[in-house]
Protein backbone atom coordinates (compact mmCIF):
# COMPACT_ATOMS: atom_id res chain seq x y z
CA UNK A 1 0.00 0.00 0.00
CA UNK A 2 2.90 2.10 0.72
CA UNK A 3 4.69 1.56 -2.01
CA UNK A 4 1.41 2.18 -4.32
CA UNK A 5 0.48 5.73 -2.50
CA UNK A 6 4.18 6.86 -3.50
CA UNK A 7 3.82 7.06 -6.61
CA UNK A 8 0.38 8.34 -6.89
CA UNK A 9 1.03 10.87 -4.49
CA UNK A 10 4.13 13.90 -5.12
CA UNK A 11 6.85 12.81 -3.03
CA UNK A 12 9.24 15.18 -1.25
CA UNK A 13 11.89 12.69 -0.24
CA UNK A 14 14.01 13.13 -3.46
CA UNK A 15 13.14 17.40 -3.57
CA UNK A 16 16.55 19.42 -3.37
CA UNK A 17 17.33 20.51 0.12
CA UNK A 18 16.32 23.96 0.98
CA UNK A 19 19.13 26.55 0.66
CA UNK A 20 21.24 26.50 3.52
CA UNK A 21 20.13 29.59 6.29
CA UNK A 22 22.91 30.79 7.90
CA UNK A 23 21.52 33.80 10.06
CA UNK A 24 19.70 33.22 13.67
CA UNK A 25 17.71 35.90 14.51
CA UNK A 26 17.19 38.50 17.16
CA UNK A 27 13.93 40.60 17.91
CA UNK A 28 14.26 44.16 19.39
CA UNK A 29 11.25 45.89 19.73
CA UNK A 30 11.39 49.56 21.51
CA UNK A 31 9.32 52.62 21.64
CA UNK A 32 11.68 55.15 20.07
CA UNK A 33 14.26 55.76 17.98
CA UNK A 34 16.44 57.31 21.31
CA UNK A 35 15.69 53.41 23.13
CA UNK A 36 16.71 52.05 19.51
CA UNK A 37 20.21 54.35 19.88
CA UNK A 38 20.80 53.48 23.70
CA UNK A 39 20.40 49.84 22.84
CA UNK A 40 22.72 50.07 20.08
CA UNK A 41 26.54 49.29 22.30
CA UNK A 42 24.83 46.01 23.41
CA UNK A 43 23.56 44.81 19.88
CA UNK A 44 26.46 45.45 18.20
CA UNK A 45 28.63 43.82 20.83
CA UNK A 46 26.71 40.66 20.29
CA UNK A 47 26.89 41.08 16.48
CA UNK A 48 30.57 40.71 17.14
CA UNK A 49 30.29 38.03 19.91
CA UNK A 50 27.89 35.86 17.44
CA UNK A 51 28.85 36.73 14.27
CA UNK A 52 25.39 34.36 12.67
CA UNK A 53 23.10 36.93 14.39
CA UNK A 54 20.56 38.94 12.02
CA UNK A 55 19.18 41.86 14.21
CA UNK A 56 15.35 42.21 13.49
CA UNK A 57 13.39 45.71 15.13
CA UNK A 58 10.69 46.68 15.30
CA UNK A 59 9.79 50.15 16.25
CA UNK A 60 7.40 53.12 15.81
CA UNK A 61 6.00 53.34 12.40
CA UNK A 62 7.44 57.19 11.86
CA UNK A 63 10.66 56.14 13.15
CA UNK A 64 11.56 53.76 10.41
CA UNK A 65 13.22 55.65 7.94
CA UNK A 66 15.16 56.64 10.48
CA UNK A 67 16.01 53.63 11.52
CA UNK A 68 16.89 52.19 8.45
CA UNK A 69 19.52 54.61 7.85
CA UNK A 70 21.07 54.31 11.40
CA UNK A 71 21.03 50.89 11.53
CA UNK A 72 21.74 49.52 8.10
CA UNK A 73 22.78 45.95 9.31
CA UNK A 74 19.74 45.34 11.08
CA UNK A 75 16.39 44.64 9.14
CA UNK A 76 13.94 47.41 10.21
CA UNK A 77 10.31 45.89 9.80
CA UNK A 78 6.70 45.85 11.20
CA UNK A 79 5.57 43.33 13.93
CA UNK A 80 3.35 40.45 12.14
CA UNK A 81 0.07 40.95 12.96
CA UNK A 82 -0.68 39.84 16.75
CA UNK A 83 -2.19 36.68 15.96
CA UNK A 84 -0.49 33.50 17.37
CA UNK A 85 -0.07 31.64 14.05
CA UNK A 86 1.63 34.72 12.08
CA UNK A 87 3.62 35.41 14.79
CA UNK A 88 4.72 31.74 14.67
CA UNK A 89 5.43 31.80 11.16
CA UNK A 90 7.13 34.97 11.52
CA UNK A 91 9.54 33.23 14.47
CA UNK A 92 10.33 30.30 12.78
CA UNK A 93 11.11 32.09 9.82
CA UNK A 94 13.48 34.14 10.65
CA UNK A 95 15.31 31.63 12.82
CA UNK A 96 14.32 33.55 16.11
CA UNK A 97 16.50 33.06 19.12
CA UNK A 98 14.94 35.57 21.59
CA UNK A 99 13.03 38.41 21.70
CA UNK A 100 14.43 41.99 23.50
CA UNK A 101 11.96 44.28 25.10
CA UNK A 102 13.50 47.62 25.07
CA UNK A 103 12.43 49.95 28.09
CA UNK A 104 8.62 50.73 27.88
CA UNK A 105 7.54 49.01 24.95
CA UNK A 106 4.00 47.78 24.54
CA UNK A 107 3.91 44.28 23.32
CA UNK A 108 0.25 42.41 22.41
CA UNK A 109 -0.64 40.24 24.66
CA UNK A 110 -1.18 37.45 21.56
CA UNK A 111 2.20 38.78 20.31
CA UNK A 112 4.14 37.75 23.80
CA UNK A 113 1.73 34.94 24.03
CA UNK A 114 3.32 33.60 20.85
CA UNK A 115 6.70 34.17 21.43
CA UNK A 116 6.46 32.32 25.15
CA UNK A 117 4.42 29.59 23.25
CA UNK A 118 7.15 28.84 20.97
CA UNK A 119 9.92 28.59 23.63
CA UNK A 120 11.77 31.40 23.14
CA UNK A 121 13.85 34.02 25.65
CA UNK A 122 12.17 37.20 26.41
CA UNK A 123 14.43 40.05 27.66
CA UNK A 124 13.89 43.18 28.94
CA UNK A 125 16.98 46.07 28.80
CA UNK A 126 16.60 48.94 30.44
CA UNK A 127 19.02 51.11 28.63
CA UNK A 128 19.44 54.58 31.08
CA UNK A 129 18.70 54.79 34.36
CA UNK A 130 15.92 57.72 33.38
CA UNK A 131 14.02 55.05 31.97
CA UNK A 132 10.93 53.53 32.70
CA UNK A 133 10.67 50.47 33.76
CA UNK A 134 9.25 47.42 31.74
CA UNK A 135 5.83 47.34 31.35
CA UNK A 136 4.51 44.28 34.26
CA UNK A 137 3.28 41.65 31.20
CA UNK A 138 6.83 42.01 30.04
CA UNK A 139 8.69 42.18 33.33
CA UNK A 140 6.89 39.33 34.54
CA UNK A 141 7.57 37.12 31.74
CA UNK A 142 11.29 38.22 31.03
CA UNK A 143 13.81 35.54 31.64
CA UNK A 144 16.28 37.92 31.75
CA UNK A 145 16.57 41.61 33.08
CA UNK A 146 19.40 43.71 31.64
CA UNK A 147 19.89 47.05 33.04
CA UNK A 148 23.13 48.63 30.89
CA UNK A 149 23.38 51.27 33.17
CA UNK A 150 24.40 48.48 35.62
CA UNK A 151 27.36 45.91 35.18
CA UNK A 152 29.37 45.94 32.34
CA UNK A 153 29.36 45.80 28.43
CA UNK A 154 30.87 42.52 28.59
CA UNK A 155 28.52 41.06 31.43
CA UNK A 156 25.61 42.06 29.70
CA UNK A 157 27.22 40.15 26.09
CA UNK A 158 27.67 37.06 27.72
CA UNK A 159 24.29 36.95 30.14
CA UNK A 160 22.77 38.17 26.66
CA UNK A 161 24.33 35.34 25.08
CA UNK A 162 23.13 32.40 27.58
CA UNK A 163 19.28 33.47 26.61
CA UNK A 164 19.97 33.51 22.74
CA UNK A 165 21.75 29.36 23.68
CA UNK A 166 18.91 28.74 24.90
CA UNK A 167 17.49 25.34 23.45
CA UNK A 168 12.99 26.61 22.82
CA UNK A 169 12.58 23.64 20.97
CA UNK A 170 12.63 21.54 24.46
CA UNK A 171 9.79 24.49 25.50
CA UNK A 172 7.48 24.71 22.71
CA UNK A 173 3.74 24.58 23.79
CA UNK A 174 3.50 22.41 20.86
CA UNK A 175 6.20 19.66 21.45
CA UNK A 176 5.14 19.12 25.16
CA UNK A 177 1.08 18.18 24.35
CA UNK A 178 0.51 14.81 25.90
CA UNK A 179 -2.08 13.70 23.81
CA UNK A 180 -1.35 14.16 20.23
CA UNK A 181 -1.39 12.34 17.84
CA UNK A 182 2.40 12.33 17.57
CA UNK A 183 2.79 12.05 21.22
CA UNK A 184 0.88 8.65 21.30
CA UNK A 185 2.64 7.64 18.22
CA UNK A 186 5.53 7.91 20.02
CA UNK A 187 4.61 6.23 23.36
CA UNK A 188 3.40 3.58 21.02
CA UNK A 189 7.28 3.11 19.66
CA UNK A 190 8.60 3.39 23.26
CA UNK A 191 6.47 1.01 25.32
CA UNK A 192 8.00 -2.34 26.34
CA UNK A 193 4.65 -3.82 25.37
CA UNK A 194 3.48 -1.64 21.70
CA UNK A 195 7.29 -2.01 20.66
CA UNK A 196 7.11 -5.09 18.65
CA UNK A 197 3.04 -3.98 17.05
CA UNK A 198 4.71 -0.76 15.56
CA UNK A 199 8.30 -1.78 14.81
CA UNK A 200 7.51 -2.43 10.71
CA UNK A 201 6.66 1.58 10.74
CA UNK A 202 8.45 3.03 13.83
CA UNK A 203 11.76 1.93 15.09
CA UNK A 204 12.72 3.27 18.31
CA UNK A 205 16.52 2.05 19.06
CA UNK A 206 17.63 3.25 23.02
CA UNK A 207 20.98 1.18 23.97
CA UNK A 208 24.20 0.84 22.33
CA UNK A 209 23.66 -2.70 21.36
CA UNK A 210 20.31 -2.03 19.32
CA UNK A 211 21.66 0.36 17.59
CA UNK A 212 24.86 -1.94 16.61
CA UNK A 213 22.71 -4.15 15.52
CA UNK A 214 20.30 -1.90 13.20
CA UNK A 215 23.04 -1.09 11.90
CA UNK A 216 24.66 -4.29 10.69
CA UNK A 217 26.84 -4.65 13.49
CA UNK A 218 29.91 -2.16 11.82
CA UNK A 219 33.37 -2.93 12.57
CA UNK A 220 34.63 0.64 10.74
CA UNK A 221 32.05 3.59 11.33
CA UNK A 222 32.88 6.71 9.15
CA UNK A 223 31.77 9.65 11.07
CA UNK A 224 31.58 12.35 8.62
CA UNK A 225 30.86 16.46 9.28
CA UNK A 226 30.17 19.49 6.90
CA UNK A 227 33.26 21.21 7.11
CA UNK A 228 35.83 21.32 4.46
CA UNK A 229 37.98 18.26 5.20
CA UNK A 230 34.86 16.35 4.64
CA UNK A 231 35.77 16.60 0.50
CA UNK A 232 39.31 15.89 1.20
CA UNK A 233 40.04 13.36 -1.90
CA UNK A 234 41.88 10.53 0.47
CA UNK A 235 38.87 9.65 2.51
CA UNK A 236 37.74 8.18 -1.19
CA UNK A 237 40.25 5.73 -1.12
CA UNK A 238 39.09 4.64 2.58
CA UNK A 239 36.93 1.50 3.31
CA UNK A 240 34.02 1.67 5.70
CA UNK A 241 30.75 -0.09 6.54
CA UNK A 242 28.52 2.65 7.60
CA UNK A 243 28.59 6.73 6.85
CA UNK A 244 27.30 8.68 9.55
CA UNK A 245 26.74 12.24 8.68
CA UNK A 246 24.62 15.50 9.69
CA UNK A 247 21.10 17.32 8.78
CA UNK A 248 21.57 17.37 4.39
CA UNK A 249 24.32 20.09 4.02
CA UNK A 250 26.04 17.42 2.10
CA UNK A 251 22.91 16.39 -0.71
CA UNK A 252 23.34 17.23 -3.80
CA UNK A 253 27.59 17.15 -3.54
CA UNK A 254 28.98 14.84 -5.68
CA UNK A 255 30.46 11.90 -2.82
CA UNK A 256 29.07 10.48 0.36
CA UNK A 257 25.28 11.49 -0.11
CA UNK A 258 24.11 8.19 1.08
CA UNK A 259 24.38 7.60 4.89
CA UNK A 260 23.63 5.28 6.95
CA UNK A 261 22.75 6.90 10.23
CA UNK A 262 21.52 11.40 9.69
CA UNK A 263 21.42 13.29 13.06
CA UNK A 264 19.52 16.20 13.16
CA UNK A 265 16.55 17.75 14.91
CA UNK A 266 15.90 19.90 12.15
CA UNK A 267 11.58 19.19 10.21
CA UNK A 268 12.92 19.82 6.89
CA UNK A 269 15.64 16.82 6.94
CA UNK A 270 13.33 14.43 8.30
CA UNK A 271 11.14 14.61 5.45
CA UNK A 272 13.97 14.59 2.91
CA UNK A 273 15.91 11.66 4.52
CA UNK A 274 14.92 8.05 3.03
CA UNK A 275 16.90 4.80 4.38
CA UNK A 276 18.49 6.35 7.28
CA UNK A 277 18.54 5.93 10.91
CA UNK A 278 18.03 9.24 12.84
CA UNK A 279 20.08 10.51 15.13
CA UNK A 280 18.04 12.80 17.85
CA UNK A 281 18.78 14.71 21.15
CA UNK A 282 15.41 15.19 22.87
CA UNK A 283 11.71 14.02 23.55
CA UNK A 284 10.73 16.92 21.63
CA UNK A 285 12.78 16.02 19.08
CA UNK A 286 11.37 12.29 18.66
CA UNK A 287 7.63 14.09 18.66
CA UNK A 288 8.84 16.05 15.71
CA UNK A 289 9.98 12.88 13.92
CA UNK A 290 6.23 11.18 14.41
CA UNK A 291 4.70 14.37 13.29
CA UNK A 292 7.03 14.02 9.74
CA UNK A 293 6.83 10.90 9.01
CA UNK A 294 4.49 8.67 11.56
CA UNK A 295 1.44 9.31 9.54
CA UNK A 296 2.53 10.39 6.13
CA UNK A 297 2.10 7.26 3.90
CA UNK A 298 4.62 8.77 1.50
CA UNK A 299 7.58 8.33 4.34
CA UNK A 300 9.60 4.64 5.12
CA UNK A 301 9.82 2.84 7.87
CA UNK A 302 11.69 5.22 10.21
CA UNK A 303 13.78 3.85 12.54
CA UNK A 304 15.19 6.86 15.39
CA UNK A 305 18.20 6.51 18.33
CA UNK A 306 18.34 8.98 21.38
CA UNK A 307 21.65 10.13 20.99
CA UNK A 308 21.42 11.12 24.80
CA UNK A 309 20.53 7.56 25.68
CA UNK A 310 23.31 5.38 23.73
CA UNK A 311 26.03 8.12 24.80
CA UNK A 312 25.38 9.22 28.27
CA UNK A 313 28.29 11.20 27.89
CA UNK A 314 26.62 13.67 25.81
CA UNK A 315 24.49 14.53 28.89
CA UNK A 316 26.97 14.25 31.61
CA UNK A 317 28.94 16.87 30.42
CA UNK A 318 29.27 20.40 31.26
CA UNK A 319 27.46 22.77 28.84
CA UNK A 320 26.91 25.17 30.89
CA UNK A 321 23.92 27.55 29.25
CA UNK A 322 25.03 25.57 25.62
CA UNK A 323 24.50 22.72 24.08
CA UNK A 324 25.96 20.22 21.15
CA UNK A 325 25.95 20.42 17.93
CA UNK A 326 24.61 17.42 16.32
CA UNK A 327 28.50 16.74 14.93
CA UNK A 328 29.11 16.07 18.88
CA UNK A 329 26.24 13.72 19.07
CA UNK A 330 27.36 11.63 15.88
CA UNK A 331 31.02 11.45 17.33
CA UNK A 332 29.77 10.71 20.89
CA UNK A 333 27.40 7.86 19.51
CA UNK A 334 29.84 6.30 16.94
CA UNK A 335 32.84 6.04 19.96
CA UNK A 336 29.81 4.71 22.29
CA UNK A 337 29.22 1.96 19.28
CA UNK A 338 32.74 1.30 20.17
CA UNK A 339 33.98 -0.08 16.52
CA UNK A 340 37.25 -1.88 15.58
CA UNK A 341 37.76 1.12 13.45
CA UNK A 342 36.84 4.89 13.55
CA UNK A 343 37.49 7.72 10.97
CA UNK A 344 36.62 11.26 11.67
CA UNK A 345 36.35 13.85 9.02
CA UNK A 346 34.85 17.34 8.25
CA UNK A 347 34.75 18.30 11.91
CA UNK A 348 36.54 21.72 11.36
CA UNK A 349 35.41 23.33 14.44
CA UNK A 350 34.78 26.28 12.61
CA UNK A 351 38.26 26.96 11.95
CA UNK A 352 39.15 25.66 8.80
CA UNK A 353 40.88 28.26 6.41
CA UNK A 354 38.62 27.93 3.34
CA UNK A 355 35.53 28.46 5.57
CA UNK A 356 32.25 27.12 7.42
CA UNK A 357 31.52 24.41 4.67
CA UNK A 358 32.66 23.42 1.06
CA UNK A 359 32.02 25.76 -1.90
CA UNK A 360 30.12 28.22 0.59
CA UNK A 361 31.81 31.59 1.17
CA UNK A 362 28.73 33.66 2.69
CA UNK A 363 28.23 31.70 5.83
CA UNK A 364 30.66 33.60 8.69
CA UNK A 365 33.32 30.48 9.96
CA UNK A 366 31.75 30.49 13.16
CA UNK A 367 29.79 28.27 15.57
CA UNK A 368 25.85 28.91 15.61
CA UNK A 369 24.24 31.36 18.72
CA UNK A 370 23.57 28.02 20.60
CA UNK A 371 26.91 26.38 20.73
CA UNK A 372 30.45 27.69 22.19
CA UNK A 373 33.49 26.92 20.46
CA UNK A 374 35.68 25.81 23.58
CA UNK A 375 33.24 24.13 25.36
CA UNK A 376 32.66 21.82 22.16
CA UNK A 377 36.05 21.37 21.61
CA UNK A 378 36.91 19.83 24.67
CA UNK A 379 34.01 17.49 24.57
CA UNK A 380 35.29 16.32 21.24
CA UNK A 381 38.81 15.67 22.62
CA UNK A 382 37.43 13.61 25.36
CA UNK A 383 35.29 11.27 23.60
CA UNK A 384 37.95 10.61 21.06
CA UNK A 385 40.62 9.96 23.91
CA UNK A 386 38.12 7.37 25.55
CA UNK A 387 37.79 5.17 22.27
CA UNK A 388 39.77 1.95 22.35
CA UNK A 389 40.01 1.04 18.70
CA UNK A 390 42.26 2.36 15.71
CA UNK A 391 41.26 5.85 15.26
CA UNK A 392 41.97 8.02 12.09
CA UNK A 393 41.57 11.71 11.62
CA UNK A 394 41.24 13.59 8.49
CA UNK A 395 41.18 17.50 8.82
CA UNK A 396 44.03 19.52 10.32
CA UNK A 397 42.61 21.27 13.34
CA UNK A 398 40.78 18.44 14.84
CA UNK A 399 44.00 15.86 13.82
CA UNK A 400 46.59 18.35 15.73
CA UNK A 401 44.60 19.07 18.66
CA UNK A 402 44.46 15.20 19.35
CA UNK A 403 47.84 14.83 18.85
CA UNK A 404 48.50 17.91 20.79
CA UNK A 405 46.90 16.16 23.69
CA UNK A 406 49.15 12.85 23.49
CA UNK A 407 46.24 11.01 21.15
CA UNK A 408 47.79 8.47 18.85
CA UNK A 409 45.71 7.77 15.39
CA UNK A 410 46.21 4.91 12.66
CA UNK A 411 48.02 5.74 9.54
CA UNK A 412 46.25 7.57 6.90
CA UNK A 413 46.48 6.57 3.57
CA UNK A 414 49.69 7.69 1.50
CA UNK A 415 49.58 9.68 -1.83
CA UNK A 416 50.01 6.73 -3.85
CA UNK A 417 46.75 5.39 -2.04
CA UNK A 418 44.73 8.67 -3.05
CA UNK A 419 45.64 8.53 -6.76
Known sequence: MTGLLSKLLPSRADAAPKPFVRDYGVWVLGGSAEAFEAAAPLIEAALVAQPRLKIYVTGPKAAAEALTRRFPRYV?????????????????????????????????????????????ALVSLR???????????????????????????????????????????????????????SALAL???????????????????VTPQELFAELGRPETVFCLGTG??????????????????????????????????????RQSVMVATEGAVFGVRSHASEVRLMRTRAFDPRRGRSAFARADLIAPALVDYDWGAFRPTNGAAMLAVSVALAPKRLIVAGIDMYSHPDGAYPGDAATPNAFAPAHDAETEREFLLQRLESYAGE????????RAAFEAR???????PSGDDAA
Open 187 to 205: AAATGAKSRALVDWRLKRL
Open 76 to 120: VRDAPPAFGLLVRRFLAATRMRCVIALDDVDVPAATLSGVLGYGL
Open 127 to 181: TSPGAAAAKPDIAGEALLKLDLSRGSMDEAVAELGKAIARDHKLLRATDRRRFTP
Open 228 to 265: PSSEDPILRTMAYDVLFRVNRKWAGRSHFTKPDMVFTA
Open 406 to 412: GGRLGRL
Open 391 to 398: LVIVGDTL
